[in-house]
């Protein structure tokens, strides 16, 4: 058998598109409860990177037929030792070193630019969980990688959702929040916030619980989240936001973010929720939280399942999805190696 890796070329569209199928087909196998994977996603994955990155993707091939993909994020801005590493292996072709041939290549493009240090995630159990097979945990484990951080990803059944119960939340949370007021948008943020939400993003990390996970602060100033917003469109994300706006000042201060990949009109993701540390204890999270939900589902008619990540150890976050009826699904652990 002949094992070969080589870097895709963005523009060799049969690589992408066999690169595609093996996505699917492993996600297919490893998070079944995920709706199939969006292609136009995945192909801006390769085509357009956030601002920052340099991303380089290879592919395996077992005599001529591509196998498995690794992908390397390499970090210009910011956590410059660190690289995310993706790395997939058809379900068919497993258990044949493919995995780490392609990681043994991924550490070598690290060591190249001068990283120290590899950061992947990989489906967990979950507390309680029956055992079952967790192929990334073991091939993490294999390498010498650490467990650093332990998400949870919780699901919110739309069609169970208390409505008259979340209408009492919202109403709580506003009745604490005097002094704020919320606005809303679609897509792109209104130019006057984009300085505001630049603050929030860089703090972003600085505030959430990362376990061991060696990982620094990011550098987000307005250009950034003006490209990042690029590299949103080009993977057709809909993109629903509520933020929480501070009277007296003026300035953007809490900020809650769901989106929807170009595939689906079912299946939302909810990703940031942040409120300044000046700002905290008024309920401004759960209030732009909470809002959104209403304002994307108002535009989003036939949403039936959101998924959200969270630090098991981020308590607060935690308490405020539970309150909304969020219910853990799957857990997923950041694997961290020092190379
Ligand atoms: C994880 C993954 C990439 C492994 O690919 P692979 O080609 O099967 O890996 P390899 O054959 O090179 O396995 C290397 C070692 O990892 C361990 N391993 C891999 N899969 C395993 C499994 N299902 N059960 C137990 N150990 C496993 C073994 O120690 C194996 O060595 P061995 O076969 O000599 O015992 C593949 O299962 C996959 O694509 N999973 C989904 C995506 C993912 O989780 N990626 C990892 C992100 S950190």
């Given at each position: 058998?002949?094992?070969?890796?080589?870097?895709?070329?963005?523009?060799?569209?049969?690589?992408?598109?066999?690169?595609?199928?093996?996505?699917?087909?492993?996600?297919?196998?490893?998070?079944?409860?995920?709706?199939?994977?969006?292609?136009?996603?995945?192909?801006?994955?390769?085509?357009?990177?956030?601002?920052?990155?340099?991303?380089?993707?290879?592919?395996?091939?077992?005599?001529?037929?591509?196998?498995?993909?690794?992908?390397?994020?390499?970090?210009?801005?910011?956590?410059?030792?660190?690289?995310?590493?993706?790395l997939?292996?058809?379900?068919?072709?497993?258990?044949?070193?493919?995995?780490?041939?392609?990681?043994?290549?991924?550490?070598?493009?690290?060591?190249?630019?001068?990283?120290?240090?590899a950061v992947g995630s990989a489906v967990a159990a979950l507390p309680g969980e029956q055992e079952r097979e967790l192929p990334g945990a073991a091939f993490a484990a294999a390498l010498g990688a650490k467990a650093a951080l332990v998400d949870v990803r919780r699901r919110l059944d739309v069609a169970a959702l208390d409505r008259p119960r979340l209408a009492a939340l919202l109403a709580d949370a506003r009745a604490a929040a005097a002094g704020y007021r919320t606005v809303?948008?679609?897509?792109?943020?209104?130019?006057?916030?984009?300085?505001?939400?630049?603050?929030?993003?860089?703090?972003?990390?600085?505030?959430?619980?990362?376990?061991?996970l060696a990982w620094e602060p990011e550098k987000v100033d307005a250009e950034r989240i003006r490209g990042m917003e690029r590299a949103l469109d080009a993977r057709g994300i809909r993109r629903y936001s509520v933020a929480a706006v501070h009277e007296g000042s003026g300035r953007l201060i809490g900020w809650s973010l769901l989106s929807l990949a170009a595939n689906t009109t079912r299946y939302a993701l909810q990703q940031i929720t942040i409120v300044d540390p000046a700002h905290r204890g008024h309920r401004l999270g759960l209030l732009c939280k909470a809002e959104n939900l209403?304002?994307?589902?108002?535009?989003?008619?036939?949403?039936?399942?959101?998924?959200?990540?969270?630090?098991?150890?981020?308590?607060?976050?935690?308490?405020?999805?539970e309150q909304l009826g969020f219910r853990p699904a799957a857990g997923s652990t950041d694997w961290q190696l020092t190379i």
């Open positions: 058998m002949d094992l070969d890796i080589a870097t895709i070329d963005p523009a060799d569209q049969s690589t992408l598109d066999a690169a595609y199928r093996i996505a699917a087909a492993a996600g297919a196998v490893d998070e079944p409860d995920l709706p199939p994977l969006c292609r136009r996603r995945f192909e801006a994955l390769v085509r357009h990177p956030m601002p920052g990155i340099d991303t380089r993707w290879s592919v395996a091939r077992l005599d001529g037929v591509p196998v498995g993909w690794v992908r390397v994020d390499l970090h210009l801005l910011d956590n410059i030792e660190n690289a995310g590493v993706d997939v292996v058809d379900p068919a072709y497993r258990r044949r070193g493919v995995g780490r041939a392609l990681f043994a290549y991924a550490r070598r493009q690290l060591r190249e630019a001068g990283c120290t240090r809303r948008w679609q897509g792109h943020p209104p130019e006057e916030y984009v300085a505001d939400l630049a603050h929030l993003e860089g703090r972003l990390l600085a505030d959430a619980p990362l376990g061991d209403e304002h994307t589902l108002a535009y989003e008619p036939e949403l039936d399942v959101i998924d959200t990540y969270n630090a098991a150890a981020n308590t607060h976050m935690i308490a405020v999805n």
